[in-house]
């Protein structure tokens, strides 16, 4: 029996697979549909200008996920504080909330407001915890929710916060109550601090992409054979097990053995249209049913070395279609060419074919330059040159009452194909960051090897990436 290994995907769970297998004696191919590694954590370079697609921070509790980033990329990671605020209503609001600040810029009324909110949700019987609105609403108060969750989280998903499940706020901001969020704006922070409020975090020189670039070269030096262009069109499975990966390119077919494993860090939903003989139709179905929105940044190069302190900014503000403007110098002096020059990214939520993902570049860049206008960080008569990136399906829709049930039938179908391991964010449907990923893939490659372990207790059982007092 072969013990050929195919992995789909060349993002960080992918990789993370790829590289992890390097004393295995198998033979592992990498399958990406894309002309670069990295997926959704690569870095976007425009003539010396370097870009995440979004912020990717490198900061994790998981101390097998900080060793393999630093076994990787050794001393080119940079210690970087956080500074990000929120804008909203034209004013800016420092992340994590200061009580002075807030206190100025809402004003003594909207403030007491606020807090009588906060204190009648605190004492009042809790109501369903069923939507993100409902989970907010019961933590923090009905006012808090409405000037600091729900434009900025109906601008991600392109939903009433009613119509999202509270699945996303518990897994991303579980340990966060109004209590600890108070004592971190006095600055009477606890031992065991608030999760999401991190000061500081690494990030790679070149931008994260470096370390994803730099980790597939080393599982190639290895062995691993990476090919590119190459999406993973059909996998043939029988007698309970996934046999051959047929992968389309612009050379036609290919057959990879996969008997060894079939990693698959695809979309879900296409993991499951793509199985031959096909799953039965409700599976089909339900596969249909899951939904993604994607984000198309758009990048303003800046003739000026300096435009404000953040490394991002949170745009909570309905008035802008922005939803978040990253300052890529900040994050590290070697995102830009010239330090003369900086580079700022706009942040816009869609999905696939909507009227925003449809736009074409020059559309795009003027609506970026309005946004950064309207916001008055810097005068927009700075801008000299722009690039767009588009991700298409960069974050899983937890939709209410649907996507639980859906994703359910399609484990269980999943789980028969006894050498077929979904991973990453993508791969398992949930809203990961890049460490639950890459312990998606190493929990699978232990299970592979005959370990009893379970790659979807990842982001389950952990806490949430960015708490204070976790390993770095």
């Keep these: 029996m072969s013990e050929d290994v195919v992995i789909i995907g060349a993002g960080p769970a992918g990789l993370a697979a790829a590289y992890e297998m390097r ?22 370079q425009y003539k010396g200008f370097r870009c995440d697609i979004g ?31 929120i804008y909203y209503g034209g004013k ?57 969750f729900r434009t900025y989280t109906e601008k991600i998903w392109g939903m009433s916060c009613r119509q999202l499940s509270s699945d996303w706020a518990a897994q991303r901001i579980r340990n966060l109550s109004a209590a600890k969020a108070i004592l971190n704006a006095l600055g ?44 993973a069109a059909r996998i043939l499975t029988s007698d309970d097990l996934a046999r051959t990966v047929v992968s389309e390119g612009a050379d036609g077919e290919m057959e990879h053995s996969c008997v060894g494993g079939c990693f698959s860090s695809m979309p879900l939903d296409e993991l499951v249209m793509s199985l031959s003989p096909p799953p039965p139709p409700e599976v089909l179905a339900s596969a249909g049913k899951l939904s993604y929105r994607s984000i198309v940044t758009v990048n303003l190069m800046l003739d000026q070395p300096y435009v404000a302190p953040d490394t991002w900014i949170y745009i909570h503000d ?20 010239d330090p003369s020059k900086s580079v700022i990214g706009m942040e816009y939520f869609c999905t696939v074919g909507d009227q925003l993902w449809r736009m074409d570049d020059r559309e ?60 990453g964010r993508y791969g398992q449907f949930r809203y990961n960051n890049m460490d639950h990923s890459i312990l998606t893939a190493h929990y699978s490659v232990m299970r592979m090897k005959g370990e009893n372990v379970d790659p979807w207790s990842v982001n389950v059982e952990q806490e949430h990436i960015e708490e204070v007092g976790a390993r770095r």
């Design 92 to 148: 800016f609001y420092s992340y994590p909330l200061k009580v002075s600040n807030v206190l100025w810029n809402l004003g003594l009324l909207r403030s007491a407001a606020v807090c009588a909110s906060l204190l009648a949700a605190k004492l009042k019987f809790r109501k369903s915890d069923d939507t993100f609105e409902d989970w907010v609403s019961n933590r923090f108060g009905r006012k808090l929710y409405e000037t600091f």
């Design 364 to 423: 795009l860049t003027a609506m970026a330059v309005e946004d950064l206008k309207t916001i008055g960080l810097v005068g927009t008569d700075s801008v000299f040159d722009s690039f767009t990136a588009r991700y298409p399906k960069a974050y899983p829709v937890y939709r209410t009452n649907q996507y639980k049930q859906h994703l359910q039938r399609i484990r269980k179908y999943l789980a028969t194909i006894k050498n077929l391991y979904p991973i």
């Design 188 to 231: 009477l922070k606890r031992k065991r601090s608030v999760a999401s409020l991190i000061e500081k975090f690494d990030y790679p020189a070149l931008g994260p992409g470096q370390m994803y670039e730099r980790m597939a070269s080393l599982a190639v030096k290895n062995g691993a054979e990476i090919l590119l262009s190459r999406k």
């Design 318 to 337: 309905k008035n802008i279609r922005a939803g978040r403007m990253q300052l890529y110098k900040n994050w590290s002096p070697q995102m830009v060419p």
């Design 23 to 44: 004393d295995e004696p198998r033979c592992v191919t990498v399958l990406e549909r894309d002309v670069v590694v990295g997926g959704l954590a690569r870095t976007e």
């Design 55 to 85: 912020g990717h921070r490198f900061f994790t509790k998981s101390g097998y996920v900080d060793s393999l980033w630093r076994e990787v990329l050794g001393s080119d990671f940079l210690r970087r504080p956080r500074m990000s605020r």
